[in-house]
């Protein structure tokens, strides 16, 4: 199965992902054994915590892409951007990367932000001619608390990511529940596994894939983790 990862820390050498190379090798493999195909590589950009200069992230990044060629891997540029109020000048000025080149980028949010911050930051980019894929929703308190939340940010053109091991119960029972909820009422875009590593953040986009083919229906897991990323690549979707 040709599944696209589209959240993904294994670029070494940059953020909490993985460290060195072969750290990125360890990870690119687990991912060729769950069935993808393509992946983007979306470093974490957090002011005061992960702020790697983007000469590093993309000398690291063409490394990483020689191995993952190598395994029958398409790797594509990216950022987790975590929300902060000059995020509009970052992307314009190309300080920060868009998803594989595209107008859409991955919004992160602390777990405990406001309703209204997630709301006016997503205005922000989409005012600006940027489509926020909002990261992991189901850890946000305030999403989790009223759903509206996440309605309301659909409503408004933004994409929702939610994360594979939340999805197959790695990441707790509420946060399984609350994920199956969002995919009954049709809120969700994409699903990215969030890896860090091949410990506890491991690769999970396969079981993820088996455990939605069983539940939903192959086809809405072939929507899900195939052809609607797919299309966030190859199309440079922007409606
Ligand atoms: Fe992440």
């Known amino acids: 199965m040709p599944i696209t990862d589209i959240h993904t820390h294994l670029v070494f050498g940059v953020d909490d992902g993985a460290r060195t190379l072969d750290d990125s090798i360890a990870i690119l493999k687990a991912e060729k054994a769950d069935g993808v195909t393509r992946i983007i590589a979306s470093s974490h950009y957090r002011r005061n915590m992960f702020e790697p200069k983007l000469e590093t992230y993309l000398n690291n990044f063409e490394l990483v892409k020689q191995e993952a060629e190598k ?119 994409f699903v990215g596994s969030d890896t860090h590593d091949v410990a506890s953040r491991h690769p999970t986009m396969g079981k993820c894939m088996e455990y939605l083919s069983n539940k939903y229906g192959e086809d809405y897991a072939e929507w899900l983790m195939i052809n609607n990323p797919q299309e966030l690549i190859f199309n440079r979707r922007k409606g």
């Open 71 to 189: 395994l029958g891997i398409e790797l594509y540029t990216g950022c987790e951007y975590h929300a902060n109020l000059d995020m509009v000048d970052g992307l314009r000025s190309k300080r920060h990367l868009t998803m594989a080149n595209t107008n859409c980028v991955l919004a992160e949010f602390a777990n405990g932000s406001e309703k209204s911050f997630i709301k006016e930051r997503c205005y922000a980019l989409l005012s600006n001619g940027y489509k926020p894929i909002v990261a992991h929703i189901e850890r946000y308190q305030a999403a989790r608390k009223d759903i509206n939340l996440v309605r309301q940010l659909v409503d408004m053109g933004c994409y929702v990511q939610i994360n594979s091991q939340s999805v197959i119960g790695e990441d707790g029972f509420l946060a399984k529940q609350y994920c199956k909820k969002l995919i009954n009422e049709d809120l969700v875009h």
